[in-house]
């Protein structure tokens, strides 16, 4: 019976796996056709996108270009100070008696305060602590002493304007001579904002 046995055994075995093997073969085959489908189905989904994908790469790109332009005229308008406006923003400010200036300038000289240092000049107590964006360096004279002391409380009041008063002086014709920064604020200089009438009305 024992070699009978074993000639079965050697008969049946090698069936046994050739059955396990031909089944993981299809199995594999079939994920492989199965795998191979989808891929060319998504090749095909590829192929009917690839417009809309070169529109989208076309769109981010100007995308980019238009924000490097956007960046450009942010930088110009950031560093372009309308001058005559802040000047008539300076001269609206003096006060006036009746329609008179009673303060003359000699000089005046102007400068962009530096994005950096503006918080630091507040810190330091200068212009009342108010953060400015403009200055004007002046020399003048006033007509006498009360005229000199409502130029400086104009632009002390003024929420738009500081002033640091440097020196005043007494000169041969009862006038005062005086030097002193006057600076306009952050939110003075931003458009939109009208020159105050406030330094005329204070003297009516």
Do not use: C
Not at 35 to 50: C, D, N, P, W
Not at 70 to 96: H, M, T
Not at 105 to 129: F, K
């Amino acid at each position: 019976m024992e070699p009978g046995w074993w000639r079965l055994s050697a008969i049946i075995f090698p069936l046994i796996v050739f059955s396990i093997v031909a089944l993981v073969h299809l199995s594999v085959s079939s994920q492989i056709r199965q795998l191979e489908s989808e891929k060319e189905t998504l090749e095909i989904e590829v192929r009917a996108l690839q417009p809309y994908i070169k529109k989208q790469e076309e769109l981010t790109r100007r995308k980019a270009e238009l924000e490097k332009i956007i960046n450009v005229d942010r930088e110009i308008k950031a560093r372009f100070i309308p001058w005559s406006k802040n000047l008539a923003r300076f001269i609206n400010q003096i006060p006036r008696k009746g329609k008179r200036f009673e303060v003359a300038m000699r000089s005046i000289n102007t400068r962009l305060v530096p994005q950096e240092t503006r918080q630091s000049l507040a810190e330091q107590g200068l212009y009342d602590r108010k953060t400015v964006a403009v200055e004007f360096n002046l020399q003048g004279e006033a007509k006498n002493k009360g005229a000199l002391a409502r130029f400086v409380q104009a632009f002390e009041d003024s929420p738009y304007f500081g002033i640091n008063f440097q020196q005043g002086s007494l000169n041969e014709f009862g006038g005062y001579d005086f030097t002193a920064t006057v600076a306009i604020t952050e939110s003075g200089v931003e458009p939109g904002v009208k020159p105050e009438e406030g330094g005329e009305r204070s003297v009516r």
